[in-house]
């Protein structure tokens, strides 16, 4: 499986974001999707995660509220995205969209998008 996230940027607090992630190659194995972060300095978090049929979504507790994760699964091209409104800076790290392929979790990384948010 290979990701290929797209969207991030620079954004003043308060701002929006949407990230974007395609995945391709042996898609139809994927049973779920999401997106972790990393901060300078700090561990790899899990932001939100979403089941291949959209059943099930969670969200790590700091962006709740802010943050929707969606996914379009319906074809052989499978897409995850997240809407991220009211940026803080603390949301400020690099984005990394995850997909597991078994219940071993998240084994395929994509490269990362920077999102940078300014106070």
């Known amino acids: 499986v290979h990701l290929a996230e797209s969207g991030g940027g620079s954004v003043q607090a308060g701002g929006s974001l949407k990230l974007s992630c395609a995945a391709s190659?042996?898609?139809?194995?994927?049973?779920?999707m999401g997106w972790f972060r990393q901060a300078p300095g700090k561990e790899s978090e899990l932001v939100a995660h979403?089941?291949?049929?959209?059943?099930?979504?969670?969200?790590t507790n700091s962006v709740k509220g802010r943050f929707t994760i969606t996914i379009s699964s319906k074809s052989v091209k499978k897409n995850v995205y997240l809407e991220m409104n009211s940026l803080k800076p603390e949301d400020t790290a690099v984005y990394y969209c995850v997909a597991a392929t078994d219940n071993s979790g998240y084994g395929h990384w994509g490269q990362g998008t920077q999102v940078i948010v300014s106070s």
């Open positions: 979403i089941t291949i049929n959209a059943d099930l979504t969670q969200y």
């Open positions: 190659g042996s898609t139809s194995d994927i049973v779920a």
